[in-house]
């Protein structure tokens, strides 16, 4: 109601200014086929820049594809600049032209004003936007704390059988399930169960022990469809201050960040923001403006530990497979083939006397696993290089089904591409001798797999 309003409002503005402004200069101004520049200037100091037009016009067509009213009155408005014209018909020739002009002058001047209206009214509706969000989903926004470790963090109500997401590193100190407390708005302490954690992802899987009619259910949306620029919204409780909301843009899509699992594939797809989030956000919704959860927030790059507008989401799409996962098994399947290693460069090659510039050193193999199981191996010889002690005799993965493997994240991500029970080969360079071995891959077994070589945590998860 209020939209359809302000359009007529508007309209009625501008139809009126034209009216008034063709009046004046129709009685001030001898009839002429081009308009004096004193005309033009004039014109000109009463409309908006071009700039501002420019800038104004995507925004103006957003607005009026949402807002059937505002469109009408555009359509009305138009109507109106191509009657007027059409009344001065039967004038002379030179007073046609130049009424033709001042129509066209007239519709630019409409326009200018209806893009500067419609930044306005955008402004109006991403803060009435926020405030419905706010209302719509925060009582789906649980405070999560984990008494024995003192961690805070938060979750999100998502599915109707009263499951929650959150943080794998929320939770993971937590000795038992009364160690974690999960409060809800109206709902106060609220018991809840681990179903099960995904180190990979970082995500948890909490269910919640209350009369589901009491619940509030989060809406996913569709991560992919996040554009740089748009509205998100942060409802969670940083440093336990519970229900409190931050607004900022999507600063970036698509970024790519390794995984806390060693043998695990990069996250991709991760949603970038400059929505102030801090220590207690984690496991929260990053939400668009229409209230749907876009991401899980994860972690903050930050010198100090808070928020310097550099906050990072989990996409919803994988959020829910993972969730699903979670609630089907316990845990994330995933195949599995158990190698971990450092990637060569051409300076280690040239240290190690190696015949190829590139490839997987093999640095690790996961007792039983199918990298065992296939006779991979570490080597024993270890010699002194600028990278540290490494194992020259060790083998080198140089490809998996014909795939280049260039570093550890390669490998990942093919093996990630297969299916538990696939048989794959192994391209391996032994003793200076290309191999091939092939092995069936396994099911990565559900306990947290350590990796024993590199450090592969998140510094700024928080």
Known sequence: MLCHVNAIALSFFIVSVFDNFRKEHMEQHTPAAHPTEDFMEEVAAKALTMREVRRGFPALRAHLQECPECNSAVQELLQLAHEAGHREGHVEETEIRHTVVMT??????????????????????ADAAVARVYQAVSPAVANIQVTSAGVTGSG?????????????????????????????PGLDMVPSELVGLDIATDLAVLKLNVPLERLTVAEFGNSEAAAVGDLAI??????GLSR??????????QRRFMS????????KGVLQTDAAINPGNSGGPLLNARGQVIGINTRIESPS????????ATPSNIALDVAREIIAHGYVRRPFLGAGGRAIDDALARELELPVGEGLLVEEIHGGSPADEAGLVTGVEAVQTTYGEVKKDADIILAVEGQPVRRQSDLNQLIAEQEIGDTITLEVLRDGERVALETPLSERPSE??????????QKFSF
């Open 104 to 125: 066209a002058l007239a519709a630019i001047m409409a326009v200018a004003l209806l893009a500067g209206g419609a930044l306005f009214w955008q402004r109006q509706t």
């Open 156 to 184: 999100v109500v998502f599915d109707q059988d009263g499951y929650l997401l959150t943080n794998y590193h929320v939770v993971r100190d937590a000795q038992s399930d009364e160690d974690i407390v999960v409060e809800l």
């Open 234 to 239: 942060v409802i969670g409780n940083p440093f």
């Open 244 to 253: 409190s909301l931050t607004v900022g843009r999507i600063s970036a899509v």
């Open 260 to 267: 806390n699992d060693m043998y695990a594939p990069d996250i």
């Open 305 to 312: 530990g808070g928020s310097v507008g550099l906050g990072f």
């Open 448 to 457: 947290p797999v350590h990796c024993q070589v590199h450090d592969r945590r």
